[in-house]
């Protein structure tokens, strides 16, 4: 005959309630896309370019993270250029520089040192153009 005591039973009421209550505020969350880019970072002045890679969602108006095969001392000055999904420009100053540790993945290149670099712009509106095209990039690369 009919089992009804699953569904019906004082705690199956609780786990309909707790599961969509779960379903509700997992969809009220925004969901992050992990959009991997190829650039360059060359040390101020004439410095040699240097292969690197950064995750959009690392981008922020003031600051970019930066994964790089070499070191780099805090304070030196030095330029990310990337390219998808225009080339873009910026300029800063090396904040930290931390050895990433070998992860799980398994990959035939591996980018030791994870470089944190502060913005600097020259004038307001420079920074005005950079802060407007990376809230961009974010808003449609980043966040679904």
Do not use: N
């Amino acid at each position: 005959m009919w089992d009804y005591r699953g569904s019906y039973g004082p705690f199956a009421y609780g786990y309909r309630y707790r599961r969509g209550k779960y379903q509700r505020r997992r969809a009220d969350l925004p969901k992050l896309r992990f959009t991997r880019v190829e650039a360059e970072v060359r040390p101020e002045p004439r410095g040699i370019p240097i292969q690197a890679r950064l995750l959009l969602a690392e981008l922020y108006p003031k600051a970019v993270f930066v994964f790089t095969r070499m070191p780099f001392a805090p304070g030196t000055e030095i330029s990310v250029t990337f390219s998808w999904p225009r080339q873009f420009f910026l300029k800063g100053r090396v904040v930290a520089c931390s050895a990433v540790g070998q992860g799980r993945i398994i990959r035939s290149t591996s980018d030791g040192y994870r470089l944190a670099i502060a913005l600097e712009f020259e004038s307001d509106t420079d920074r005005f153009l950079a802060e407007s095209h990376i809230l961009e990039l974010r808003s449609k690369y980043v966040f679904v």
